[in-house]
């Protein structure tokens, strides 16, 4: 068995990861940690999540030793930790055998200056930077099979990408007209920690980041063209519902947009093409990605839908494929049941 350590595990994401590698038939989690600051150090689990209530894991608090030692005692470490803590993290955990699955935006922008615009930070470890892998599972299966360093994508890059790419990478698009993208997340992507802006009373439909989010970036590096990303806070709990709206090139067929994606994901157990627009209820505490497209050829511009669990596909159980593919195992294993 591989045995799993799991960092920042008090959060949304944390907690969904110890689920589904608890599950999970061929990994065993050993660790379950928060940083030594975490006022949630040395708690139980269950009393911060009660939807674990049946699993006894401790908290344990995480200190530069522990670091050095963990890189060396485990077979993977998921962290999902802030930016700066990933970052910082990094070099420590790189030093020793285990694979790392970096659930934040600290490995996932290649440029620097644009990282350091975005983040608010320098970026310091160019070469971990360099030889860190995409983790979007369906698009570099390949290169993650072979990582020891996977930059899980976000949740926004991943709905959008995924109904992108097959349209970009068949060349379809007409690339002077930016792709817009319009998507809704509920209030868990915000994370755990208590502020205004997602408290219940105060959350209500709107638009944030407008022109300036951090997955704008991320978002176009991986698609290889620019968009326009606007994102927007749901008064619901998970999932993302995301509308892409993209001019395609004059004489574009039905038939070349259908086979676009139908060609994509002909091999991706976890992709599922629709013949509807999807609901967020569809997806929510599940590991897929729905997407569903209307192409009208009189104008050039097809619509695409794609739903997806946040702290699921957007965040851990895209990790856990990602673990798989470096394992040689399916995608799929330990997330469908």
Not at 60 to 65: N, T
Not at 211 to 220: A, Q
Not at 296 to 301: K, M, V, W
């Amino acid at each position: 068995m591989n045995q799993v350590a799991i960092i920042g595990a008090s959060g949304y994401t944390g907690a969904q990861l110890v689920q589904l590698v608890d599950q999970h038939p061929s990994l065993t989690l050993s660790h379950v940690c928060v940083s030594a600051s975490s006022a949630d150090a040395n708690k139980p689990l269950s009393a911060i999540h009660g939807q674990l209530a049946h699993l006894d894991y401790q908290l344990s608090p995480v200190d530069d030793e522990m670091l050095d030692t963990l890189c060396n005692d485990v077979s993977m470490i998921f962290l999902a930790t802030p930016h700066e803590v990933s970052h910082d993290w990094m070099p420590r955990l790189m030093a020793g055998t285990a694979r790392v699955f970096d659930l934040s935006g600290a490995f996932r922008l290649k440029d620097e200056a644009i990282f350091s615009r975005f983040y608010g930070f320098e970026h310091r470890h160019a070469t971990l930077l360099s030889n860190a892998v995409y983790g979007l599972a369906e698009w570099y299966a390949e290169d993650i099979s072979n990582a020891s360093l996977v930059a899980v994508p976000g949740c926004y890059p991943t709905a959008s990408l995924s109904a992108l790419k097959p349209l970009i990478n068949n060349t379809l698009v007409d690339t002077q007209h930016y792709p817009v993208i319009n998507a809704v997340s509920g209030v868990t992507g915000a994370g755990r920690k208590a502020s205004l802006t997602n408290s219940f009373c105060e959350v209500s439909l709107s638009a944030y980041g407008i022109l300036s989010h951090r997955h704008t970036p991320e978002i176009s590096a991986y698609l290889g063209t620019p968009v326009i990303f606007t994102p927007h806070l749901g008064n619901f709990k998970r999932g993302i519902l995301a509308t892409v709206t993209v001019k395609l090139n004059a004489g574009v067929s039905h038939d070349e947009v259908n086979d676009a994606f139908y060609q994509a994901y002909a091999d991706s157990p976890l992709v599922r093409l629709r013949q509807h627009s999807p609901k967020l209820d569809d997806v929510v505490k599940t590991p897929f990605v729905d997407l569903y497209w209307q192409y009208d050829p009189a104008s050039g511009y097809v619509v695409v839908t794609a739903a997806i669990d946040n702290l699921m596909k957007g965040a851990a159980s895209q990790a856990i494929q990602c673990a798989n593919l470096t394992c040689g195992w399916p995608q799929q294993t330990g997330l469908l049941l």
